[in-house]
């Protein structure tokens, strides 16, 4: 006798498993927050092997057989409300991804991570790329495989890519890169040959107490739920998320250099109300997570650059700023400040690169990635390739491996096709800023007021409330009425870099 | 084709699984650690899902039918070396001792539990114990019904102390109680009409991060490992373990009354210094966990007390102390101070109650529990009982419900069996403590002088390293050449107490 489930029950089934797996990653994320922010030093062995056991258990439970089958089976039902579909629908290509790869070649890709990292660590520590170099290999001969095992239509780089952003081609990107190409270098070379301005103030002395409460009140203005979250030290700041209820950031005090704290913890800020406004309702399942990296990206970037460097935004904060500070910042006046938070100046570290020079850096390991998946270019040829990519976009040479390829962690994790969602982060940030203005005529009133609720506001409705419902470019043509499009953030940026470099 | 796994492959699989169950219970201690110590309000609710998800797996993995095969096949196996046979005798009795409740059950209690607690939150607001009496009474009827299924010899309420002290008994702890009836009220006498002590200096002002800093002082002293631990703030002080190379404590800040932190970090600190003791190589397996509650606490009171609060200890200490509290102390002199944190005063609430007094307070609660589990006692009789064993042991009368029955919240997990091992705790440490002086001559002096890493090692190599190797009173016998023994607590107490009080 064949009964058959109903649709409610089956559905409840895969909910049950799928929030569980959630639990899983959740408490991993747990872990993986108190071993950056608290954890002593001698808890790392042991916790490795703790969030491996919790990866592996929520990996099982989301491949096993009779988690497909379910799958399959509610995909089939004409009966789910509209919501379900959608889950069901994203739960089975998540599934199908999944089976793609083989246990034996999870296995063998979350070691190689562990070595490459232990590798680029050593390379770092003595500034030497050879050592990395032949643990960078293994992964990169591995993540072409992967590339193999997901499948592609015309490039194998294009299956990386997709992880991170569902539906980014090496075709979009060569479309979306050769406009960057084409326009940026004019810009600069604008702003290069304008009177420079100073930001010689940010080296100052800052006290941390004081950088650290500034920092929380703008969280607090931002609208950040400090009920549903919280701040916290950290090497590297980050945003990490345990429930919509739980979502917190972390930040670093550089007590001679105030350019980092702030806009680090305003861009984690971004990123934390993109969790916090995630439904909760949907917990676990794909409708409650996040669309993408680079819609993921576009909300920090909105809050980092359109707005906290931005001259409304400081209208408001900045006799609060000097009030923390009135010694440092006695003397420079609200025009020098804003003027010295937005140098453009090339320089070879990515992570603090200006709004500008940021995609040179971003499209330099975009053609790297791409050559290495396409077999255009070699491990061996990675330290030459960067610097003739940074001499031809940027006109800078790193003196060393350090200043130059080792200093991004992300190769050794095995995140290829993750950079480009920077800058798609920043393009789709713009696109939808210049959105938010025309649907809200008080905005820029509004953030001189140093009230930014409606903004907040804004984006749950027309981005976080959605999870995973739609696609980055579904989403930002929902928006904004067109998909990705480069002249946008051209737009702003010319706009903003004209007054202040008076060109 | 029946192939014979060999013994080492038997072995390792079973390492294995139990190894990633302790993976998940210590995933869900740093969960609950961070519950306790850092968790914004709103994670509550989804924090709960996650704890249950991670409880459920590990249950299920621990009670899994191929488990228990694995167990059953080894246990008769003769080629195991001895760590390993113990292991599994342990693990298999564990298993046993599991399979005798229901799923139905374990998911009937974990209600329970929340509906109890809760209930015991209310009643306390409220004051009132009639709120708390009905989710407290289906409390007892299901702990009634776990001592039927694991069944017992002769008591109820054997299986359940069985749980928290393996091999104590109702024989065990009537003929401990007896001695602690007859021979403290004596002492407790003596005390009472002899000179009292005064200790209102404690109730000074001393400032949160003066008493924040000696505490770490004291930790660090006693070898307290922080590259394998760290001390946090909570609301309640705990100790918490997710490997013998991460273990944490915490502790609790009065500004206007300086006896609740220094002893409690020390108390913390000697649970801790048991788990940094553990054997990390039996990481996850029986040999590498504590041996009952009754030995942890020896270890947390032999610090706290029988050095903490003991006269060469702050021989050493209380210069230092002055210095931090100048103000506070100058006026108060090293004899003063010994005998205000010594000073003994019948009182109402457990926590907050002396070395002597305290035995009452648990004893009471012994027969209370005693009398609920058999059937003597019943829940709408506990207040009216509760006041009638305070008046006679102690002779106070609480004025309401919350500083008497409702004080405790062990009840409301479901906890009964746990208060025994307070006392056992005290006496098993007043035992350990005179061994330790018989076999290093030094001690006291070593004391004086501030050198605790002798006693902390003396410890390592009688109880920490052995795990669960031992039961507590086959531990006691192997370091003592004796079982419990009251007297020996006694005739401490006695010796003390009559330096103190000058009988």
Same mark, same amino acid.
């Given at each position: 006798?064949?009964?058959?489930?109903?649709?409610?029950?089956?559905?409840?089934?895969?909910?049950?498993?799928?929030?569980?797996?959630?639990?899983?990653?959740?408490?991993?994320?747990?872990?993986?927050?108190?071993?950056?922010?608290?954890?002593? =030093?001698?808890?790392?062995?042991?916790?490795?092997?703790?969030?491996?056991?919790?990866?592996?258990?929520?990996?099982?439970?989301?491949?096993?057989? =009779?988690?497909?089958?379910?799958?399959?089976?509610?995909?089939?039902?004409?009966?789910?409300? #509209?919501?379900?579909?959608?889950?069901?629908?994203?739960?089975? %290509?998540?599934?199908?991804?999944?089976?793609?790869?083989?246990?034996?070649?999870?296995?063998?890709?979350?070691?190689?991570?562990?070595?490459?990292?232990?590798?680029?660590?050593?390379?770092?520590?003595?500034?030497?790329?050879?050592?990395?170099?032949?643990?960078?290999?293994?992964?990169?001969?591995?993540?072409?495989?992967?590339?193999?095992?997901?499948?592609?239509?015309?490039?194998?780089?294009?299956?990386?890519?997709?992880?991170?952003?569902?539906?980014?081609?090496?075709?979009?990107?060569?479309?979306?890169?050769?406009?960057?190409?084409?326009?940026?270098?004019?810009?600069?070379?604008?702003?290069?040959?304008?009177?420079?301005?100073?930001?010689?103030?940010?080296?100052?002395?800052?006290?941390?107490?004081?950088?650290?409460?500034?920092?929380?009140?703008?969280?607090?203005?931002?609208?950040?739920?400090?009920?549903?979250?919280?701040?916290?030290?950290?090497?590297?700041?980050? !945003?990490?998320?345990?429930?919509?209820?739980?979502?917190?950031?972390?930040?670093?005090?550089?007590?001679?250099?105030?350019?980092?704290?702030?806009?680090?913890?305003?861009?984690?800020?971004?990123?934390?109300?993109?969790?916090?406004?995630?439904?909760?309702?949907?917990?676990?399942?794909?409708?409650?997570?996040?669309?993408?990296?680079?819609?993921?990206?576009?909300?920090?970037?909105?809050?980092?650059?359109?707005?906290?460097?931005?001259?409304?935004?400081?209208?408001?904060?900045?006799?609060?700023?000097?009030?923390?500070?009135?010694?440092?910042?006695?003397?420079?006046?609200?025009?020098?400040?804003?003027?010295?938070?937005?140098?453009?100046?090339?320089?070879?570290?990515?992570?603090? =690169?200006?709004?500008?020079?940021?995609?040179?850096?971003?499209?330099?390991?975009?053609?790297?990635?791409?050559?290495?998946?396409?077999?255009?270019?070699?491990? %061996?040829?990675?330290?030459?390739?960067?610097?003739?990519?940074?001499?031809?976009?940027?006109?800078?040479?790193?003196? #060393?491996?350090?200043?130059?390829?080792?200093? #991004?962690?992300?190769?050794?994790?095995?995140?290829?096709?993750?950079?480009?969602?920077?800058?798609?982060?920043?393009?789709?940030?713009?696109?939808?800023?210049?959105?938010?203005?025309? %649907?809200?005529? !008080?905005?820029?009133?509004? /953030?001189?007021?140093?009230?930014?609720?409606?903004?907040?506001?804004?984006?749950?409705?027309?981005?976080?409330?959605?999870?995973?419902?739609?696609?980055?470019?579904?989403?930002?043509?929902? /928006?904004?009425?067109?998909?990705?499009?480069?002249?946008?953030?051209?737009?702003?940026?010319?706009?903003?870099?004209?007054?202040?470099?008076?060109?």
């Amino acid at each position: 006798m064949n009964i058959q489930k109903s649709s409610a029950d089956l559905y409840a089934a895969y909910k049950e498993t799928t929030q569980k797996a959630a639990d899983l990653n959740n408490a991993s994320a747990v872990l993986g927050w108190d071993q950056e922010v608290y954890m002593p =030093a001698k808890g790392f062995e042991v916790r490795g092997r703790q969030l491996a056991t919790l990866a592996s258990l929520a990996h099982e439970m989301l491949t096993s057989e =009779a988690y497909g089958n379910q799958l399959q089976e509610l995909a089939g039902r004409g009966d789910l409300a #509209d919501d379900e579909k959608r889950n069901v629908e994203l739960s089975l %290509e998540d599934y199908n991804k999944n089976k793609k790869l083989s246990a034996a070649f999870v296995e063998a890709i979350t070691q190689q991570t562990s070595a490459s990292y232990n590798a680029w660590i050593q390379s770092r520590k003595e500034n030497k790329f050879s050592i990395y170099a032949p643990e960078l290999d293994k992964m990169i001969q591995l993540k072409k495989q992967q590339a193999s095992m997901y499948g592609y239509e015309s490039n194998p780089y294009d299956a990386l890519l997709d992880e991170y952003e569902k539906g980014a081609s090496v075709a979009l990107l060569d479309s979306v890169f050769g406009d960057v190409k084409q326009q940026l270098p004019v810009l600069l070379d604008k702003i290069k040959t304008a009177q420079q301005v100073n930001d010689s103030f940010f080296l100052r002395n800052y006290p941390k107490q004081a950088q650290w409460d500034f920092s929380m009140d703008v969280l607090r203005a931002m609208g950040y739920d400090f009920e549903a979250g919280r701040q916290d030290m950290s090497e590297h700041p980050f !945003t990490t998320s345990f429930a919509p209820t739980d979502v917190r950031v972390t930040t670093r005090v550089d007590e001679n250099n105030y350019s980092s704290l702030l806009w680090s913890s305003i861009h984690e800020g971004g990123h934390a109300l993109y969790e916090q406004g995630l439904p909760i309702e949907q917990y676990g399942l794909p409708l409650g997570a996040a669309a993408s990296l680079g819609i993921h990206e576009s909300q920090s970037r909105l809050w980092e650059n359109n707005v906290g460097r931005g001259k409304q935004f400081w209208h408001h904060f900045y006799p609060n700023l000097q009030q923390y500070f009135p010694q440092q910042l006695n003397d420079v006046s609200i025009e020098a400040f804003y003027k010295g938070m937005n140098k453009v100046e090339p320089s070879l570290i990515r992570t603090e =690169a200006d709004e500008v020079t940021y995609h040179f850096h971003v499209m330099i390991r975009y053609e790297i990635e791409k050559g290495l998946m396409n077999g255009d270019l070699f491990t %061996e040829d990675l330290p030459e390739a960067w610097n003739g990519l940074y001499n031809k976009y940027l006109c800078v040479s790193a003196q #060393d491996d350090k200043t130059g390829v080792l200093q #991004d962690v992300h190769w050794a994790h095995g995140s290829f096709g993750y950079f480009p969602t920077y800058s798609l982060g920043s393009f789709y940030a713009a696109q939808f800023y210049q959105q938010a203005a025309k %649907e809200m005529p !008080t905005l820029t009133d509004d /953030i001189a007021n140093g009230t930014l609720l409606g903004l907040r506001e804004w984006l749950r409705g027309k981005v976080h409330q959605y999870g995973r419902r739609y696609t980055s470019e579904e989403l930002c043509k929902q /928006i904004t009425g067109m998909g990705l499009d480069f002249k946008v953030f051209m737009q702003y940026a010319h706009e903003k870099y004209a007054g202040i470099y008076g060109f």
